[in-house]
């Protein structure tokens, strides 16, 4: 692990603390799960039951309502309709009945540490927020349990499948700064991916406006052009390793669309192993939602999740104006899969190295 101290903080130096408890309403039963979530300023203005169910991205908007109806508060406190119109800022907590939610890992490794910036490693399965399914098996209830004298906030996200690295922000000028580098692409992001497939080309930019794609599975992303919805979306593609029937390949977004890595490169022939929404199509990808893929849809996925992993940022520190690269190595389960397709051990990164570009 990267560490690195500025000046000695001093026990007087006060140290952010994590935001104050909401009230809890003499209607909620104790044992009720409490999730608080902060409204985003680009999302100000919508319904409350649309908000949430874009913050639970697999809630439908029946269930939001539904849920909104018996169990969304203000943090004093005061119940909320499904027709409130949402604040920036402005904090929700979301009161649940306790339920059993799905195991999840909770190993996660710390990649850098310093007086403003925290990187991990989170690994594959682990949501990053509350879900409609998962409450403490989530990355920001490890981090509170890991933090619990300190304010530390996520400066971006990725999906519960992909493994790798997220960076949080130790300070509110470093979280500031963060996420505005994140919003205007500065920050620079490698994701290694396994393709089904033998990819030809050694670099490639694939660029293919892209959007939602207005079905049965509201999260689907397509490839459309500008002309007709799809917004730009640009990712540069490296060959690391050619296996056998399998290709790893080094990732470079160039913008940030939802799902824009899977969906570019199962645009162009090469969808990720394990990616059960655009290597098998919805009839997967619903059934999976409903519990752990059986034997027969395992032998179809080969891995039981996406084979995406955020493998390094390379940003100028929020705080010291210096230049840091934060890498995170490839994963177990990925480099099984590569060894056991007859990739050299040469061929494949080791401790997150990345390939020169």
Known sequence: ?????????????????????????????????????????DRAGMRLDRWLSLELTRLTRSRAQEIVSHFAFTAQGVALGPSHRVRAGEVIALYRPRWEEPPAPREVGLLYVDDHVIAVDKPAGLPVHPTAKYHHNTLTSVLAE?????????????????????LLARSREAERRLKQDFAERRIEKTYHALVHGVVEQDHQVIDAPMCLHGGDVGVKMVVRPVTRGGMPSVTRVDVIARLDGFTLVAAHPETGRQHQI???????????????????????FLACLEGPPD????????LDRQALHAAEVTLTHPIEKTP????APLPADMRAFCEERSATASTVPRNGDTPTR
């Open 1 to 41: 692990m990267q560490r690195r101290r500025t000046e000695p903080r001093s026990h007087d130096e006060p140290r952010e603390r994590p935001t104050p408890p909401v009230v809890r309403p003499p209607s909620v039963p104790e044992d009720a799960l409490c999730s608080v979530f902060e409204v985003r300023s």
């Open 262 to 284: 899977r969906v570019h490169l199962a645009h162009v022939g090469h969808p990720l192993v394990g990616d059960k929404l655009y290597a098998h199509g919805d009839e997967m």
């Open 324 to 327: 840091l690269t934060i890498s």
């Open 146 to 166: 890991r933090f619990p004298e300190e304010r530390v906030v996520l400066a971006h996200r990725i999906d519960r499948e992909t493994s790798g690295v997220i």
């Open 295 to 302: 034997e027969a849809r395992m032998r179809k996925l080969l």
